[in-house]
């Protein structure tokens, strides 16, 4: 677990002060204002914290615990009473992952994975080529366009479900994942364009000139130069639209309301409505969803502290 | 090529997926090579790299919303005919409908009881959430700032952004979970009543509270969010700042609110402004947790009752509902926008 919180990388931080020729008194002195600022000086600072931090995690831990025990044990006592009667099993995992009569979540798991990989690569590839255009290229109307583009952010996802569902309809697509995959792509590329703009601006401008002079066109500037430098920008914002797309409920509900579309999200908030009261199940089923976002955020927490802090947020 | 449009066995689930990723990579390949030429004029090249996602964005978001903005200004009514009756379809006997113009589904969304509710509860979130969320979050980040447990900490508070909301419904549904006095309480909240003497409670269904029980839930999502970012923030605190702040002799909590707290402003406003944008367009939680029955029902929850359960009668008060949702995000925005303005200005 690697949580990005050292200042250097942060791009927040770039005023901050220059790490050149620090002398050894004035880091000292650096030290002493950086903690003044935050140090509350208590001994009840660090209980305060640790209780917060308990009860941040002991929710999670509950149904986490509670997915291990039996299904007799949950309905009848506490997950806080495990240390008294310790008694795991597996079961509730295989019964949500197999289920009986077509329920189990196997087949919801890997609609999910087909809706996110399609989900998360177009629209990155279709922002990354707006955003070298905006960045890059000079033509009449670009400033207008990428104004517009900007301003579309605020459309609420909800204003375009319905009109975008009749144009589907109307396709004869609603049996098939492109109406979903379709708009996580319409729905992704505003934010996308915008984060990907700002880190190709960075970009030092030599750089691109001298490819230019040496003759090269827009699109082998965009593969050979600009992408490479690209590649932590494109984690940050892959992991952001994977983590969204993969945990939407909206999108799955109204453009794959058919079951055999339904990602795994959809199909657990399905499970809390039906079998609200079968915690062996829902505990299971919804650790089984949980278990891929917190994975890939575990692995690149870095990346996407990194995406958060360019100041991009979806919701 | 029917698996094409209707994919069910996981081969052609799998199958359709990478050819979607193909086919996508091959047209887009097509048009960046024909661009790639010489002698190939400015306007088309353009036109390469920005036509696919111009299009995309007109059609599958600008054109929608325009759409249902006169959507939400349309009602169903009886058409009458030139001799003042009702139309009659000579196949089916039944009276004819049409679209009017009316401001009808806004009238009942501010005037009907029910839906004031809806609105009311959506106020709740959306001052509630961003300010618990982001004093916590505050807080929490000056707490673990500098202590050797500070990566863990933070990772442990930040775990819920990465799980989706209604994986977190669910966490909390549990522990909020309800069983009779005198019964084995097998959710935490009930049991910790139970222990305090008290009798349990049914937090999901007891109104009023219930909708700030389900706020609680969105607060432990967003906390997260707003440690991250304000962390970050007082980190890039100058020492100057600092430094002359204790040389005037400034300490402790003190120096916290009349020091820190101003410089890293703007961090806050966009984390309020963001958090409170993110609460007032979910509706995972309220929708998993209590479907939105007990009087907990928000806007964006309501949107899609009215739209996607109501059937036909539902579409034009979802339309309005969305327009809603549209209008209170327009001034957030623009605060949100002309912050980041000022605050670049000022470096």
Redesign the interface.
């Known amino acids: 677990?690697?949580?990005s919180?050292s200042?250097v990388e942060?791009p927040?931080?770039t005023?901050?002060?220059p790490e050149e020729k620090v002398s050894a008194r004035k880091l000292k002195?650096?030290i002493r204002?950086?903690?003044?600022?935050?140090?509350?000086?208590s001994p009840w600072?660090?209980g305060?914290?640790i209780l917060?931090?308990v009860l941040?995690?002991?929710?999670?831990l509950?149904?986490f615990i509670?997915s291990f025990r039996p299904p007799n044990d949950?309905?009848?006592?506490?997950?806080?009473t495990i240390l008294a009667n310790p008694s795991f099993t597996t079961q509730n995992y295989q019964d949500a992952w197999a289920g009986a009569g077509g329920t189990g979540l196997s087949q919801f798991f890997?609609?999910s994975?087909?809706i996110v990989?399609?989900g998360v690569?177009?629209p990155i590839?279709?922002?990354l080529?707006?955003a070298?255009?905006?960045a890059w290229?000079d033509?009449k109307g670009r400033d207008i366009?990428f104004v517009a583009?900007f301003a579309?952010?605020?459309?609420?996802?909800?204003?375009?479900?319905?009109?975008?569902q009749t144009?589907f309809v109307n396709f004869?697509?609603q049996?098939?994942?492109?109406p979903v995959?379709?708009?996580h792509?319409?729905?992704g590329?505003?934010l996308a364009?915008f984060l990907l703009h700002n880190f190709m601006k960075e970009i030092p401008a030599s750089i691109v000139e001298a490819a230019r002079v040496d003759g090269a066109?827009?699109?082998?500037i965009?593969f050979v130069v600009l992408l490479p430098l690209l590649i932590p920008a494109i984690a940050a914002f892959g992991i952001f639209q994977f983590?969204w797309v993969?945990?939407?409920?909206?999108v799955a509900?109204?453009f794959a309301p058919n079951p055999?579309l339904r990602p795994i999200?959809?199909a657990?908030?399905d499970l809390?409505?039906t079998r609200?009261n079968q915690?062996q199940l829902?505990?299971a089923?919804?650790f089984i969803?949980?278990v891929v976002?917190?994975i890939?955020?575990?692995s690149l927490?870095r990346y996407?502290?990194r995406g958060?802090?360019a100041?991009g947020?979806k919701? | 090529m029917d698996w094409l449009l209707q994919p069910t066995s996981v081969a052609e689930k799998i199958g359709s997926m990478i050819l979607a990723i193909v086919l996508f990579v091959a047209i887009m390949g097509l048009i960046l090579w024909l661009i790639d030429r010489p002698k190939v004029p400015l306007l088309v090249i353009v036109m390469g790299f920005l036509g696919p996602v111009t299009i995309a964005l007109a059609v599958g978001l600008f054109y929608p919303a325009i759409k249902t903005v006169f959507t939400s200004f349309q009602v169903t009514e009886v058409a009458i005919g030139a001799n003042g009756k009702p139309v009659i379809n000579p196949q089916t006997g039944q009276r004819m409908t049409e679209q009017a113009f009316s401001f009808d589904n806004y009238t009942k969304i501010f005037t009907d009881p029910a839906m004031q509710k809806v609105l009311l509860n959506t106020v709740y979130w959306v001052v509630l959430v961003p300010v618990v969320a982001t004093l916590f979050g505050l807080i929490y980040a000056v707490l673990v700032d500098r202590t050797r447990f500070e990566k863990a900490a933070k990772a442990l508070v930040f775990l819920p952004m990465a799980i989706s909301m209604v994986g977190a419904s669910i966490i909390w549904k549990f522990v909020y979970e309800y069983r009779p006095t005198g019964a084995n309480q097998i959710g935490l909240a009930n049991q910790i009543l139970v222990w305090l003497g008290l009798d349990p409670y049914q937090f999901l269904i007891t109104e009023p509270w219930n909708t700030f029980f389900l706020i609680v839930v969105m607060i432990w999502i967003q906390a997260g969010f707003a440690m991250t970012v304000l962390s970050a923030a007082i980190k890039a605190v100058p020492d100057d700042i600092v430094e002359a702040a204790q040389i005037d002799g400034a300490t402790g909590f003190r120096l916290f609110v009349s020091v820190t707290v101003p410089t890293i402003r703007p961090a806050i406003v966009v984390v309020i402004t963001t958090v409170a944008m993110t609460s007032l367009k979910a509706f995972d939680v309220v929708r998993t947790m209590t479907g939105g029955n007990f009087g907990t029902s928000v806007v964006a929850n309501e949107f899609y009752t009215q739209t996607f359960v109501q059937g036909q009668q539902g579409v034009g008060i979802g339309a309005a509902l969305a327009v809603v949702l549209f209008i209170i995000i327009i001034p957030v925005i623009v605060y949100n926008v002309r912050q980041m303005r000022l605050s670049e200005d000022v470096r």
């Open positions: 677990m690697s949580m919180g200042s942060l927040i931080t005023d901050a002060t002195r650096q204002a950086q903690e003044a600022k935050t140090r509350l000086s600072a660090s305060l914290a917060l931090a941040w995690t002991v929710p999670t509950g149904l509670t949950i309905q009848d006592s506490g997950w806080w890997l609609n994975f087909v990989f399609p690569i177009i590839s279709l922002a080529l707006a070298y255009a905006f290229i033509f366009l583009v579309l952010q605020i459309v609420p996802i909800q204003v375009t479900l319905i009109p975008l144009i004869g697509l049996s098939s994942f492109w995959w379709i708009s792509t319409i729905f590329l505003p364009i066109g827009h699109v082998k965009f983590l993969w945990n939407d409920l909206l509900l109204v055999n999200t959809a657990i908030a809390a409505g609200g915690w829902l505990s089923g919804a969803a949980i976002p917190l890939v955020f575990l927490q996407f502290v958060l802090l100041g947020v919701g």
